[in-house]
C-alpha cells in the first residue's frame, strides 16, 4: 500500500496538540478492592495511544512515528484476581449482605450519589477514552453522556418496575407478592471500541439490582476507568464494586473455575466466551449476558435510494472506523446498481477527514490495535489475489497506526472479507443477482445480530422482513445497523449474543422473579398487614417510589 504523508495528519511535535486536550501520563498504582484502594507495586503494563508523534529519542530513523505514552496500570494476577472475586462474594454473603439487603430506594440513592461523582471527572475521561483508543472528540464526548444518560435511564425503569411490584396479587386462593431479587456475584468485561458506555450498560444494572461485582478493565482503555475507581469506593458499600486488571488469560480462569461466579458478563469474541463458560464447573448456576461477534449485512435492492444508502452505508460501516459490532461489515448491492452506488459510495468514502481525534469535524482516526493496520492491508492483499480492487482513491493507504477506509469490490466466497469480521475500516462490496443469495448468506453466517435494506419496493421488502427477522435480531429499513435508542432490545442469533440489553432487558437479565406467597386466610393476612403496616421487611413491602 501506498503510504501517506504523515505530516498531513499526525502532530509534528507535542506543541501542536491543543493545550485542552494534552494530557500528562497517568500511571496508576492502586485498585479498588473491598472499599479500599490498593496500593500495587507489582508488574505494570504501558499505554501507548494510537496517537504517534516523531521519534526524538535519538533511538531511530529522524522522523519515525511513535506511538505516543499515556500511562501505565497494574498488572495483577491470581492471587489479585482470587481476593477480587472473595471481596465481592463476602459483599453479597448469600444475599444476606448490605447491598442485597438494601432497599431499591436506597440503592438509588447510592447510584444518583455516583453519578454526580462521576461528572466530577468527564473531561478528564472524554480526554482518555480519545488518547487511549483514537476515538474522536466529538464521539467521545457523546460516549460519556450517553452513558450518563443511560444510567438515569435505568434508574427510572427500575422505579417503575418497582412501582408496579409494590402490590400484592390474589389467585386462587393464594396471595403473593412478587419482585425482582439479585443474582449474586457477577463479572463484568468489557470491550475496548466503547469501552465506558458498553462497559457501564451491564455493569450499572448489575449494581442497581443488587449484586456484587468483580470489573475486568479492557487491554485498551483500562485507564480511562482509573478516575472512576474513588467515585465506586465512595458511593456503595464496601466490596460492591472490585476492579481487576492484569491478562484475562490470567486473571479470569482461576475465577471461572471456582464456581462462585453467578453471571458473566462480556462484550467480546464468542471464542473467548466459550472458553470462559466452559471453565465454570456449575454451568446451570451460570447465567450469561454477552454481546458478542457481527458481520452485520446491508443489502441495496434494484429500486433503492442511492442517496440514502450511500449516505446510511457511510455512517453505519465507518463510525469510529468500523470498529464498532452493530457496524455494516459487508454490503450486498444488485448486480444492476452496482456500478451506480459504488461511483456515488467510493468518493464518499475518500472524501472522509482523516486526522487526529481532537481535530474538529475528523472521521477517521487511528486505530488502537497494534498489528491492526498490517490485518486489514493482508484482508486487502487476499482479495486483489482473487480478483477484487479496492475502488476507492486512497483505501488502504497507511501511515503508523492510521488507514485510510478502502471499499473492496467485487468480493465473493473464499475472500477473508466475505466471513471474517474484519472490525476495522475496509468496507467489502458483493454483487449479487438474486435477493436468496443474501438470504443463503446469513443462513450461513456463524453471526445474527442485524441486517439493513435499503429499497423502496414496499413488496420487495416485505419479501425480505420475514425470513430475516428470523435470522437477525435487528432488520433495519434505509437506515444503518445501530444498537440505539438504549430502550429497544439489543441482542443477536448463532454467536451474536446471549441474552438481552436495553435499560429493561439489563434489570431483568441481572436479576431475577422472587415471591413471597401464602394461603388467602384470616391469620394469613394478619401476619401480612403486620409486616407491611411495621415495615418489618424490605422485599415484603408497599412502598412507593417517586
Not at 243 to 262: E, T
Request: charged share 20%.
Amino acid at each position: 500500500m501506498t503510504s501517506t504523508d504523515s505530516t498531513t495528519f499526525f502532530p509534528t511535535d507535542l506543541s501542536q496538540i491543543p493545550v485542552q486536550y494534552r494530557i500528562e501520563p497517568i500511571h496508576q498504582r492502586e485498585y479498588l478492592l473491598n472499599g479500599e484502594m490498593k496500593p500495587w507495586t507489582g508488574k505494570v503494563a504501558e499505554v501507548y495511544s494510537p496517537v504517534c508523534v516523531p521519534d526524538e529519542s535519538g533511538t531511530s530513523t529522524p522522523g519515525t512515528l511513535q506511538r505516543q505514552l499515556v500511562g501505565s496500570f497494574p498488572v495483577a494476577g491470581p492471587d489479585e484476581a482470587m481476593a477480587a472475586l472473595d471481596a465481592a462474594v463476602a459483599a453479597y454473603d448469600n444475599g444476606r449482605g448490605e447491598w442485597p439487603q438494601m432497599s431499591v430506594a436506597g440503592r438509588i440513592a447510592c447510584m444518583e450519589t455516583f453519578i454526580g461523582k462521576m461528572l466530577a471527572q468527564r473531561t478528564l475521561v472524554i480526554n482518555l477514552i480519545m488518547w487511549e483508543i483514537g476515538k474522536n472528540l466529538a464521539d467521545s464526548t457523546k460516549e460519556f453522556d450517553r452513558t450518563v444518560k443511560y444510567i438515569y435511564d435505568t434508574i427510572d425503569a427500575l422505579k417503575t418496575m418497582d412501582r408496579n411490584s409494590s402490590r400484592f396479587r390474589i389467585e386462587e386462593g393464594i396471595i403473593g407478592q412478587i419482585r425482582r431479587s439479585p443474582m449474586g456475584v457477577v463479572l463484568s468485561m468489557g470491550p475496548f471500541n466503547y469501552p465506558l458506555n458498553e462497559t457501564y450498560t451491564t455493569l450499572i444494572p448489575a449494581i442497581l439490582m443488587g449484586n456484587t461485582i468483580l470489573f475486568k478493565t479492557p487491554k485498551h482503555g483500562s485507564l480511562l476507568h482509573y478516575p472512576m475507581l474513588e467515585a465506586f469506593r465512595t458511593s456503595f458499600p464496601k466490596g460492591v464494586v472490585n476492579s481487576l486488571y492484569g491478562r484475562g488469560a490470567d486473571v479470569i480462569p482461576p475465577v471461572m473455575k471456582s464456581g462462585k461466579v453467578n453471571v458473566l458478563t462480556l462484550i467480546g469474541s464468542s471464542r473467548v466466551a466459550d472458553e470462559l463458560q466452559r471453565q465454570h464447573p456449575k454451568l446451570n448456576r451460570l447465567r450469561s449476558v454477552m454481546s458478542l461477534d457481527a458481520k452485520n449485512a446491508a443489502i441495496i435492492l434494484p429500486d433503492a435510494d442511492l442517496d440514502v444508502a450511500v449516505q446510511e452505508c457511510l455512517l453505519g460501516s465507518l463510525s469510529f472506523n468500523g470498529q464498532r459490532c452493530t457496524a455494516i461489515k459487508i454490503i450486498w448491492a444488485h448486480r444492476s446498481i452496482a456500478d451506480q452506488f459504488l461511483a456515488k459510495f467510493g468518493p464518499a468514502v475518500s472524501k472522509l477527514k482523516p486526522g487526529m481525534p481532537w481535530t474538529d469535524g475528523v472521521q477517521i482516526t487511528p486505530l488502537p490495535e497494534a498489528g491492526k493496520t498490517d490485518y486489514l492491508a493482508d484482508c486487502i492483499r487476499d482479495a486483489e489475489a482473487q480478483g477484487a480492487s479496492v475502488i476507492n482513491e486512497g483505501g488502504g493507504q497507511t501511515e503508523a497506526s492510521l488507514f485510510r477506509p478502502a471499499v473492496v469490490y467485487p468480493v465473493k466466497e473464499g475472500m477473508k472479507l466475505y466471513r471474517d469480521e474484519q472490525f476495522g475500516p475496509v468496507v467489502p462490496v458483493v454483487a449479487y443477482d438474486d435477493v436468496n443469495e443474501f438470504i443463503d448468506y446469513l443462513i450461513t453466517d456463524d453471526h445474527g445480530m442485524q441486517a439493513s435494506i435499503f429499497g423502496t419496493d414496499t413488496t420487495a421488502i416485505s419479501a425480505l422482513i420475514d425470513p430475516l427477522v428470523n435470522l437477525v435480531s435487528r432488520v433495519n429499513i434505509n437506515a444503518q445497523c445501530q444498537r440505539g435508542p438504549d430502550t429497544f432490545p439489543f441482542t443477536g442469533r448463532k454467536d451474536s449474543a446471549e441474552g438481552t440489553l436495553s435499560v429493561e432487558d439489563a434489570i431483568r437479565s441481572f436479576s431475577i422473579r422472587s415471591a413471597v406467597a401464602t394461603k388467602d386466610t384470616a391469620a394469613n393476612k394478619e401476619i401480612l398487614n403486620e409486616i407491611v403496616g411495621d415495615h418489618k421487611s424490605v422485599f415484603l413491602s408497599t412502598n412507593f417510589i417517586f
